[in-house]
């Protein structure tokens, strides 16, 4: 039994599936089987009755969900406000620029000639499906650690959606929002790296150099976004021949070994492949070339990536919204993804209807 | 910080003397030399005991080291966001047992304090073995242990050079420094101590064994006058290191921007924290070992009662410290701060808090007493919740305020396994291994400074002087045997 915020009392909700039998020595025993509770004589409904097993079950997860009250809201990571709020003031809304940065740095500015890719993510149309997640997976073959792992804390996703509620736990108002690499500027896990393996490159991505990295962690201690991934057992497949499971991987991502740090590359892989595209036809990248996988997967479009150096890219022009903030601008971390604030338009007649679904 | 001691309050008393009353020279050769030219069929069962559990806790280490580098970091609790866990607090605690050691034998002879003459070569001997349990944990906690040298600015086919923004590599520097500077000043003082144990060597192998060691001394005046300048020398070397090595450990902290470590107070109260846990690990090993070595009449009460003056003011000087934290935390206004500081008293680690409180703070407040501080079992206790209370401030900071920062989207808990223990108990092993064979073959107490101490005492003492007064006679010159002092 797992209680979520905002369920309605007396109501069970069971994920459907099978359960897995046949998935091999790693899926196998994995999830349960929901069809024992809908056979085909009755689909759609049938008598059940709960009772208490006295045995536990223990279930892991990587979404867990946060209250924004007390510290959460003071800390203006969800900014958000109504349609009425955003029309009273379209130019500057006020929940949007709540708390800011003074920039003061000992180092110099990086100078970009080329591109400077940027990301911004839309929270009023995420709905918090997570299929970015899923794509991110595909696509940059991030291993599957298992439930043991997960269970203390050592999932590899380098894109996360954070659930957070506010209000009532009966009636509380959800909010979800995709995190990952933000690609500081000003990135605090450069300077800590005792060998350089996490640098800035001509373009603004803070990439990792695999085979430099020690796993000192100290990279991922300093993130305030805590988007770094750390490979603390061998959790790639060491194959010496190919096996199903290499076969899938993405040949153009490295593969990571035991001991090294791992993050978002903004893709890399696919901003390299429209370059060497770009430059055999003697041009630029052009805009929405270059898409990342979890801006391909997301349904709702809430992920728009491309150059910032180029004032009409579609990334550029949505920067410039009223609604464009950066999280934790206070550190000075100059984050390259910026996230539009949500936008809510609620009904002011069901307000306050029991049973309301958010 | 030697210079807090201040002077002693009552009259030269027999318990206020640094070495007891009419010691010759050859009665301390004898004391202190004795055991460790004893035939191995004349060690002592305790001996061959406490050297037998340390070498199972060794075997644990190095059983913990092995699934370590076999199976990978994740055999520890680590996790995202509490990177650093139980490796790093060891480390910390580590490094800081041995500050104890560079205080006495560098700051305090600097300081002409000459109590810390007979504790000053077992003091040193524990900070170098601290420093070697300390310094490999920062190679074992990588990711990547073999590849460690990384870290070091070497030429290579690669044409990399380390990042020296990074803390971490300045840590480097600072315990590569400290530990050979350490060694160095240990071995320098130790070579007319090896000289004599050459000079008394009764078989075979102990007279190659101790000349090849003590770098054919002689004794004669010139070897006297270079080893005097190199000693006050090194100690001059290794003075600025009882400050600057824990500085650097705490700008691994200080240097991040994470609330609860990003703090400025934390070099001048990790020093602090260092010497003050140092000072409790040398009582720790002073007490048993003068017991069992009989050497009540070197290590004096007033040794202990020195030890504890400084244990008592750094303790003070640690409790500051977190009281500037909490404060500042406040007066910050920054809500990740306050958070932080709330956290760490009523989060979910609120018990590792006030039990840091209670050993570092209020265990400490008997030494104000001079009952407490001369009576050896009352220290001895204190001192070791001491050393458990610096282990829990450790905890605090690195654990405790990893596992909450900025989002809480990213909050976790850290839970500890038992190959997080079995590494820092073996460590234990591997500290008490090298201590044994320390006390076994090497003499530990400096014999030619205890020399000077009661020549001293013999010629320029009060009590030289009164009997002098009363007698109206001469002074009988005491006995020379072994090498001059």
């Known amino acids: 039994m797992w209680i979520q915020p905002g369920q309605a009392r007396g109501v069970i909700t069971v994920q459907?599936?099978?359960?897995?039998?046949?998935?091999?020595?790693?899926?196998?025993?994995?999830?349960?089987?929901?069809?024992?509770?809908?056979?085909?004589?009755?689909?759609?409904?049938?008598?059940?009755e709960v009772s208490k097993t006295?045995?536990?079950?223990?279930?892991?997860?990587?979404?867990?969900?946060?209250?924004?009250?007390?510290?959460?809201?003071?800390?203006?990571?969800?900014?958000?406000?109504?349609?009425?709020?955003?029309?009273?003031?379209?130019?500057?809304?006020?929940?949007?620029?709540?708390?800011?940065?003074k920039p003061a740095d000992l180092y110099p500015d990086f100078e970009y000639t080329s591109y400077a890719w940027g990301m911004v993510i839309d929270m009023t149309v995420c709905i918090g499906c997570?299929?970015?997640?899923?794509?991110?997976?595909?696509?940059?073959?991030?291993?599957?650690?298992?439930?043991?792992?997960?269970?203390?804390?050592?999932?590899?996703?380098?894109?996360?959606?954070d659930d957070y509620y506010r209000g009532d736990i009966d009636d509380p108002e959800?909010?979800?929002?995709?995190?990952?690499?933000?690609?500081?500027?000003?990135?605090?896990?450069?300077?800590?790296?005792?060998?350089?393996?996490?640098?800035?490159?001509?373009?603004?991505?803070?990439?990792?150099?695999?085979?430099?990295?020690?796993?000192?962690?100290?990279?991922?201690?300093?993130?305030?976004?805590?988007?770094?991934?750390?490979?603390?057992?061998?959790?790639?497949?060491?194959?010496?021949?190919?096996?199903?499971?290499?076969?899938?991987?993405?040949?153009?991502?490295?593969v990571r070994s035991r001991g090294v740090m791992e993050k978002c590359t903004y893709c890399q892989q696919r901003i390299a492949a429209a370059r060497i595209d770009a430059e055999n036809q003697d041009r630029r990248i052009a805009d929405g070339e270059v898409v990342t996988a979890c801006q391909a997967a997301c349904p709702t479009e809430a992920i728009v990536f491309g150059d910032?150096?180029?004032?009409?890219?579609?990334?550029?022009?949505?920067?410039?919204?009223?609604?464009?903030?950066?999280?934790?601008?206070?550190?000075?971390?100059?984050?390259?993804t910026s996230y539009l604030a949500k936008v809510k338009n609620p009904n002011s007649e069901l307000a306050g209807e029991e049973g309301r679904a958010s | 910080m030697g210079v807090i001691t201040g002077k002693p309050r009552r009259q030269v008393t027999e318990i206020n003397r640094v070495i007891a009353r009419g010691q010759s020279y050859g009665a301390i050769d004898d004391v202190v030399d004795s055991p460790v030219l004893a035939g191995p069929l004349r060690t002592p069962r305790w001996w061959w005991i406490g050297f037998g559990i340390a070498m199972s806790f060794l075997a644990m280490y190095l059983v913990s080291v092995v699934v370590l580098i076999v199976v990978g970091t994740g055999v520890w609790g680590n996790n995202v966001p509490v990177a650093w866990g139980m490796p790093i607090i060891n480390f910390v605690w580590w490094i800081g047992i041995g500050h104890a050691g560079t205080l006495i034998s560098a700051a305090l002879l600097l300081f002409r304090q000459p109590w810390r003459t007979t504790i000053n070569r077992f003091a040193e001997a524990m900070t170098i073995f601290a420093v070697v349990c300390a310094g490999l944990y920062p190679i074992l906690h990588l990711g990547r242990p073999w590849v460690f040298y990384w870290l070091a600015p070497y030429p290579n086919t690669f044409g990399l050079w380390p990042q020296f923004r990074s803390p971490l590599d300045w840590d480097l520097f600072a315990i590569g420094t400290y530990g050979s500077v350490s060694i160095l000043f240990w071995y320098i003082g130790l070579v007319p101590d090896l000289a004599t144990l050459r000079d008394r060597a009764r078989g075979k192998f102990q007279r190659i064994f101790y000349s090849a060691l003590c770098l054919g001394w002689n004794g004669s005046t010139k070897?006297?006058?270079?080893?005097?300048?190199?000693?006050?020398?090194?100690?001059?070397?290794?003075?600025?290191?009882?400050?600057?090595?824990?500085?650097?450990?705490?700008?691994?902290?200080?240097?991040?921007?994470?609330?609860?470590?990003?703090?400025?107070?934390?070099?001048?109260?990790?020093?602090?924290?260092?010497?003050?846990?140092?000072?409790?690990?040398?009582?720790?090993?002073?007490?048993?070992?003068?017991?069992?070595?009989?050497?009540?009449?070197?290590?004096?009460?007033?040794?202990?009662?020195?030890s504890a003056n400084l244990m008592l003011a750094t303790g003070l000087m640690v409790l500051y410290g977190y009281s500037i934290e909490a404060f500042m935390a406040w007066y910050s206004g920054a809500e990740f701060e306050k958070y932080m500081i709330f956290n760490r008293i009523f989060g979910d680690h609120w018990w590792a808090f006030w039990l840091l409180i209670t050993c570092n703070g209020v265990a400490i407040q008997p030494l104000w007493f001079r009952r407490v501080r001369q009576n050896p079992r009352a220290l001895l206790v204190i001192s070791m919740i001491v050393a458990v209370g610096m282990w829990l401030e450790r905890f605090v900071i690195?654990?405790?305020?990893l596992t909450k920062d900025f989002l809480p989207s990213s909050w976790a808990d850290y839970r500890t396994t038992f190959w997080d223990w079995s590494l820092y108990l073996g460590s234990f092993g591997l500290f008490a291994t090298l201590f044994f064979l320390f006390i076994r073959l090497l003499p530990s107490i400096a014999t030619t400074e205890a020399k000077e101490l009661a020549h001293h005492d013999a010629h320029h003492g009060s009590d030289y002087l009164e009997e002098v007064r009363a007698q109206e006679a001469p002074y009988e010159t005491p006995v020379v045997k072994g090498a001059q002092a």
């Open chain 1, 54 to 101: 006295g045995s536990s079950h223990q279930l892991v997860t990587t979404q867990v969900h946060h209250s924004l009250q007390g510290t959460g809201e003071k800390r203006h990571i969800v900014r958000t406000g109504t349609l009425e709020e955003f029309r009273a003031h379209p130019e500057e809304p006020e929940f949007v620029h709540v708390a800011e940065g």
């Open chain 2, 223 to 306: 070897g006297w006058q270079r080893y005097q300048r190199a000693y006050l020398l090194l100690a001059a070397l290794s003075f600025p290191l009882v400050l600057s090595v824990h500085s650097t450990i705490a700008m691994d902290f200080s240097v991040a921007q994470l609330p609860g470590w990003n703090n400025t107070v934390f070099p001048p109260y990790f020093v602090a924290g260092a010497v003050f846990a140092g000072f409790s690990m040398v009582l720790i090993l002073a007490i048993p070992l003068r017991k069992a070595f009989g050497l009540e009449g070197l290590i004096t009460i007033r040794h202990l009662d020195n």
């Open chain 2, 398 to 401: 690195v654990a405790v305020t």
């Open chain 1, 308 to 336: 910032i150096n180029d004032p009409e890219s579609s990334v550029s022009k949505t920067k410039t919204s009223a609604l464009n903030y950066l999280l934790l601008e206070e550190l000075n971390t100059v984050p390259r």
């Open chain 1, 130 to 161: 997570n299929a970015c997640v899923t794509a991110c997976q595909a696509e940059n073959n991030i291993p599957i650690v298992g439930k043991k792992q997960v269970a203390v804390g050592r999932e590899m996703h380098w894109i996360r959606v």
């Open chain 1, 16 to 48: 459907l599936g099978y359960g897995r039998t046949h998935a091999g020595h790693i899926g196998n025993g994995v999830g349960f089987d929901a069809y024992a509770l809908r056979s085909s004589d009755s689909p759609w409904y049938a008598p059940l």
């Open chain 1, 174 to 254: 959800l909010f979800q929002m995709p995190m990952t690499c933000q690609q500081c500027e000003k990135a605090p896990c450069e300077p800590v790296c005792p060998v350089g393996a996490t640098v800035h490159d001509h373009e603004g991505i803070n990439v990792m150099v695999y085979n430099r990295c020690v796993g000192t962690r100290y990279c991922s201690n300093n993130c305030p976004y805590k988007v770094r991934r750390f490979n603390w057992l061998q959790y790639a497949e060491l194959a010496p021949s190919a096996t199903e499971l290499s076969l899938a991987n993405n040949p153009d991502v490295t």
